[in-house]
C-alpha cells in the first residue's frame, strides 16, 4: 500500500480532528425533514470490540441529550457479529431502550459486515431522509470496491457516512477513508485515550443530523472547543 493512501497515524492528533471537522463542514446539508432528524447508529459487534463496547454505548445514549431542543432525534441501532448476524433496531428517540439494547448485545467472533450496514442504510434513506450514518469499528474484510460502490450510493443520496475507527488497523483505516470520502462523510481515528473527543464529535454529527447546521452553530456557541471550530468552518462556507 503507498504512502499516498494517507494512512492515519496510530493515535488521533488535533490535525485528524481538524481534517474530520473540515470534512463534517463540507457534507452537505440535511434537506429539511417531517419531524424529527434520523440518525443511524452502526457497530462492529464481533469479538476484538468486547472492551470498548460498554463505553461506545454510554456514549451513544448521550446524543439524544444534545438534539432534546431540537425536536429531537430517532436513532436506529445496527451490529453485527458472529456467523452472519446481522440485526437494526427500530427507530427510537429513547435513549433508555437503546442503552439497554446495547448493553444486553455480547460481542461473538466473526467477519466484519460493513457492506449489509450502507445497504442498509441506503435502503431507509430511500424510505424516508436519513441525516447521518455513524458507524464504530477496528477492522475491515470485505471487498472494498464492492463497498465502496454502496458508500457512493450514499452519496448521491445525501447521506454522510460519519466513521470512527478504533484501533490501528492500516487496511481498515484506508476502506473506512474510502467509504467516508465517497459518502460525503469523514472519517476520524479514535483509542482510549481520546473517548472525549469522540463523544465531542459524535454530538456535533448528532445536531447536524437533527437541525442541519444552524442548529450546529447554535449548539457550538455555548460548547467552543472542537465544535465551535466545526461551525465556524460552516458558516465560513455558507458563501460558496
Request: net charge neutral; with cysteine; hydrophobic share 45%.
Amino acid at each position: 500500500m503507498s504512502n499516498g493512501s494517507k494512512l492515519p497515524d496510530k493515535k488521533a492528533t488535533g490535525a485528524q480532528v481538524d481534517a474530520f471537522l473540515r470534512q463534517v463542514a463540507a457534507a452537505p446539508a440535511p434537506a429539511a425533514a417531517e419531524g424529527r432528524g434520523r440518525l443511524m447508529f452502526a457497530m462492529d459487534a464481533t469479538a476484538s470490540r468486547q472492551p470498548t463496547w460498554d463505553r461506545a454505548a454510554h456514549i451513544q445514549a448521550e446524543m439524544f441529550e444534545v438534539t432534546a431542543d431540537l425536536g429531537g432525534l430517532d436513532v436506529q441501532l445496527a451490529f453485527y457479529r458472529g456467523f452472519g448476524e446481522f440485526k437494526v433496531s427500530n427507530w427510537t428517540n429513547n435513549a433508555r431502550e437503546l442503552l439497554q439494547l446495547m448493553t444486553s448485545v455480547t460481542c461473538l467472533a466473526g467477519e466484519t459486515q460493513l457492506g449489509k450496514v450502507l445497504k442498509h442504510a441506503r435502503n431507509e434513506s430511500k424510505k424516508r431522509r436519513v441525516g447521518a450514518l455513524v458507524f464504530v469499528g477496528d477492522s475491515f474484510e470485505e471487498d472494498v470496491d464492492k463497498v465502496g460502490k454502496v458508500a457512493g450510493e450514499l452519496g448521491i443520496l445525501g447521506l454522510p457516512a460519519f466513521i470512527f475507527h478504533e484501533g490501528s488497523d492500516p487496511l481498515a483505516a484506508f476502506a473506512f477513508q474510502q467509504i467516508a470520502k465517497l459518502s460525503g462523510g469523514a472519517c476520524c481515528h479514535f483509542d482510549s485515550a481520546s473517548a472525549d473527543t469522540l463523544r465531542d464529535l459524535l454530538r456535533a454529527v448528532a445536531v447536524y443530523a437533527a437541525g442541519g447546521r444552524p442548529a450546529l452553530e447554535n449548539h457550538a456557541r455555548g460548547q467552543g472547543g472542537q465544535v465551535k471550530l466545526l461551525a465556524d468552518q460552516m458558516s465560513a462556507g455558507k458563501g460558496g
